[in-house]
């Protein structure tokens, strides 16, 4: 059974997968932050919002784009870094706000 797992997670086909899950995933993600930031913006109230979370969310992102631009370069894969470039933008989008609303 997990010869037949290992098999199948190391074949193309999976390689296709996952590159659509990292498709997917990261619109998902990006797209969860405009409505935090318009909120943020309209209301001019940060009080909710814990500037630690969004500060190790954002270095934890920067971790993981490193990962992602070490394998862009390595296997020219762009979906990953793009989606977590992205997450990291809107992280540090939300960071500023918060600065400048508190």
Do not use: H
């Not at 190391?10 to 318009?38: F, M």
Request: hydrophobic share 50%.
């Amino acid at each position: 059974m997990f010869k037949n797992l290992k098999k199948l997670l190391t074949s193309n086909k999976a390689d296709k997968i996952g590159e659509i899950c990292n498709y997917i995933g990261s619109v998902l993600l990006v797209s969860s932050y405009p409505s935090q930031v318009y909120t943020i913006y309209k209301l001019k109230d940060v009080t909710s919002l814990a500037l630690s979370f969004w500060i190790v969310l954002t270095l934890g992102l920067t971790f993981i784009v490193v990962n992602a631009l070490i394998r862009m370069l390595k296997y020219k894969k762009k979906a990953f870094f793009i989606g977590q470039l992205a997450n990291i933008i809107c992280g540090l989008i939300i960071i500023c706000q918060i600065f400048m609303y508190r």
